[in-house]
């Protein structure tokens, strides 16, 4: 872990994990704190305006700023049109109905990690800010495995990350091998690994990771022969088999993913069985179909047996609804209607497989020739889209996206860009070399390179 460090602007907190830390400069258009100057403000008639319209109000405004604006124009919004416009106004600062119903609705928080609801909105907008700056701590995860991992799978590829995951606490990283290894995050401690349960193997990978599903308190993972594995993450349960695959009948897992309430897996190798879709609370497989990697049918087989070119992606949303493509076509389609296709599309240049990705409201869908393009989650409307250099010539170019903001890395390089606009923002003075597996989420950003190093940036608000 690196403990050199150099700053310029931000502050230091107590609780921060060692490690180097950049500061970028002032950030515009709303990076800062929730305060700002005035300049145009709502003036209130003679006379008392009840609470609950000021509230609405206030909250109207925040909205149509982050529509129009992005979502930290919202605050802005609010300190110029609204707190600022006399001391009676000021006092729906106070209303927690206001911070809740904000925050669900501009940063998609679910659950409230912090004190107060205002407190929750303040750290999602300065966190943000931070993406935008930038400003972050650099650290870095060791995972070279020990003796018992080489002994457990006789291969000399067991060691290449295959899967990144991230929760508030922790990250996890799966293997070619099968295992996945968890490390907590306030502490860059390596908390346990976890091994797929043996079993006549069809296949060199067969055990490969394919996916992960990752919480503070629970981890589910499968592997490329459509077993899935979950373990309450309390270091006394034992991982326990969820689900046996049946690699003959439905090819090969390509990809995992899902939430507590959909697990969905994308399979290659049997025509009709794309899409696997299991009940996450029950466990139930509750649905079986889909041609979407009906052409990949031969490539899911080379799946089992060689490290080969990611085959297709697939990602759930909080819409109950999920996002797929492989290099040929992106599709969304209804998790609670199995089989309905809310949005589909092919792309004439291909996608790049690597560098799809998709969150609650935002996909990320990136042509032959490097072009990205920013869609909705929801239906695959396009929102913006920006080259991005050197990606078409770079076989392992890799991306992912959170609310705000698309990484990519290509070349040794990790870029940003904001996803609202399409603006190129920066690239990390990070070089990490090869890189295997990437993913951001509102906080962090994780990547895994080929030299036995997981690097994290951490941008939250300190």
């Known amino acids: ?33 929730v305060a700002g100057p005035s300049s145009r403000r709502i003036r209130p008639s003679n006379g008392v305006w009840p609470e609950p319209f000021v509230e609405a109000l206030a909250f109207q405004v925040a909205i149509d700023a982050y529509l129009s604006d992005g979502r930290l124009a919202a605050a802005q919004a609010l300190v110029e049109h609204i707190f600022q416009v006399c001391s009676t106004w000021l006092m729906i600062s106070r209303s927690e ?139 006394i349960t034992p991982l326990r088999r969820a689900h046996l695959g049946d690699v003959v009948n439905d090819g090969a897992l390509v990809d995992f993913a899902g939430s507590s309430q959909w697990w ?59 996002v797929a493509c492989t290099n040929l076509r992106v599709i969304v389609f209804d998790l609670r209607n199995q089989g309905v296709i809310l949005g589909e599309e092919e792309i004439r240049r291909g996608i790049m497989v690597g560098m799809f990705d998709a969150n609650d409201e935002s996909a990320m869908v990136v042509d032959g020739r490097g072009v990205a393009s920013i869609r909705r989650a929801e239906n695959l409307d396009e929102v913006c889209r920006f080259p991005v250099r050197g990606a078409a010539q770079h076989r392992g170019a890799l991306g992912s996206v959170n609310g705000g903001y698309a990484v990519v890395f290509v070349g040794g390089v990790i870029r940003v860009w904001e996803i609202e606009n399409g603006r190129s923002l920066y690239n990390v003075d990070e070089m990490i070399g090869e890189c295997d597996a990437l993913i951001v989420d509102e906080r962090y950003v994780a990547a895994s390179s080929g030299d036995g190093i997981i690097h994290v940036w951490d941008f939250g608000a300190q």
Not at 115 to 129: C, L, N
């Open 1 to 33: 872990m690196s403990t050199s460090s150099s700053s310029s602007s931000s502050s230091s907190s107590s609780e921060e994990a060692p490690g180097r830390r950049r500061d970028g400069g002032g950030g515009g258009g709303g990076g800062g704190d």
């Open 97 to 235: 109905l206001l911070w809740q119903n904000l925050a669900r609705r501009i940063w998609n928080v679910r659950s409230l990690e912090r004190g107060t609801w205002r407190e929750e909105y303040i750290y999602r907008h300065r966190t943000a800010s931070n993406f935008r700056v930038p400003r972050y701590i650099y650290t870095t995860l060791q995972f070279v495995a020990p003796e018992d991992d080489n002994n457990n799978n006789n291969n000399n590829d067991g060691l290449v990350c295959r899967r990144l995951a991230l929760s508030t606490r922790h990250i996890a990283a799966g293997f070619s091998n099968g295992a996945v290894r968890l490390f907590h995050l306030p502490s860059r401690l390596h908390v346990s690994t976890f091994y797929p349960q043996h079993r006549d193997r069809l296949g060199r990978f067969s055990s490969a990771v394919s996916g992960i599903i990752l919480s503070d308190y629970s981890l589910v993972f499968a592997t490329v022969d459509g077993d899935i594995h979950a373990a309450v993450i309390n270091g």
């Open 264 to 322: 969905v897996g994308l399979f290659a190798g049997v025509p009709g069985r794309a899409f696997h879709i299991w009940n996450g609370e029950t466990e139930e497989l509750v649905f079986v179909g889909g041609t979407l990697t009906d052409p990949e049918a031969v490539m899911g087989w080379h799946l089992l047996t060689e490290l080969t070119d990611l085959i297709g992606r697939v990602r759930v949303t909080c819409h109950e609804s999920a």
